[in-house]
């Protein structure tokens, strides 16, 4: 028996430890597995190195800068922002800022508006003014129930700026002067070269003039990017509905809001049982062995003594 009890128990011990690493394999490769494009993700979809920089675009610092120009000197910013925001009525909070946008002078650079199922997207990008940023960030649009991210980013290009003018204004003194070169050259020989030099600085030139308008451009305006997603919860109920005026219609909506709240209780319940229920798989499996490896060896001793008392010796003649 006691050899019997210890295979028992070897056997359990060996399907409880197979159960285990099942169990932890299924976790890891839940854990580890890609991540769909249209998936959101609250925390990382929303804030983490948002864009707001623009890089590359922005031309580094020459190694050796020119001076500034004497006297008052304009910094010169680049400032963008970012907004990430939930809304009860996506198409409404688009509206607003657009409003809003063109109140403060700037514009609507770019809009999409995106579907999959059931939910809907709005990613937009506006353009306002150099100094406007703050207003427009701090104002709450229609129809926003969370501000999920809000980023603002700001880098000083003073230096850069001015020290791309100032080039300007040196290529073309050295053009100029190159020029009345060309008036004075006697060969083919020298004309050719100071023709060459003259066309080297002038792509320098062009260069250094887009440069300053990309400059111009980027600190003369702020760009926003803002994504305004659908507010996961449909049971959000109207601001302006009160129990004091209720018309039909404010009933309709309440109760059709008290019976969508009802039925997304009652999903959430059956989806955590079900979780509940798989990760619960393997112990319920483990106790149905055990279970049955005890009634096998219960079943087996009552065969034998069954057995034992029906071969016993048999009982004596009763005496008269």
Known sequence: MKKRTRIVILVAAL??????????????????????????NEGAEWGEDAAGDYPGIVPPAPDSPLPLPPGEIERKFIQNGELALRSSDINKTYESLSALTLQLGGRVVSYE????????????????????????????????????????????????????????????????????MLTKAETIEETLMVQERIDELTVSLESLKGRLQLLDSLTRESKIDITI??????????????WETLKWSDVGYLMKSAIQRVGIGIVLAIQYFL????????????????????????RRKRKAAAKKAGTGPPLP????
Not at 152 to 162: A, G, L, P, W
């Open 15 to 40: 399907l409880l430890v197979a159960l285990m690493g099942a169990g932890c394999a299924m976790g890891m490769s839940k854990d580890t597995a890609p991540r769909e494009p249209g998936d959101w």
């Open 113 to 180: 508006q995106l579907t999959s199922g059931d939910v809907s997207w709005i990613t937009m990008q506006v353009a306002v003014p150099f100094g406007k940023l703050s207003d427009f960030m701090e104002h709450t649009a229609e129809n926003v129930t969370k501000v999920e991210n809000k980023l603002v980013t700001s880098e000083e290009v003073t230096e850069s700026y001015y020290d791309t003018k100032t080039r300007i204004q040196s290529t073309e003194e050295l053009i100029s002067h190159y020029r009345s």
């Open 229 to 242: 997603r659908m507010e996961t919860d449909p049971t959000i109920t109207r601001q302006e509905v009160t």
């Open 275 to 298: 979780v509940i229920l798989v990760y619960a798989v393997p112990l319920i499996v483990l106790l149905a062995v055990v279970l049955l490896i005890i009634w096998l060896v219960r």
């Open 317 to 320: 003649p009763a005496q008269e």
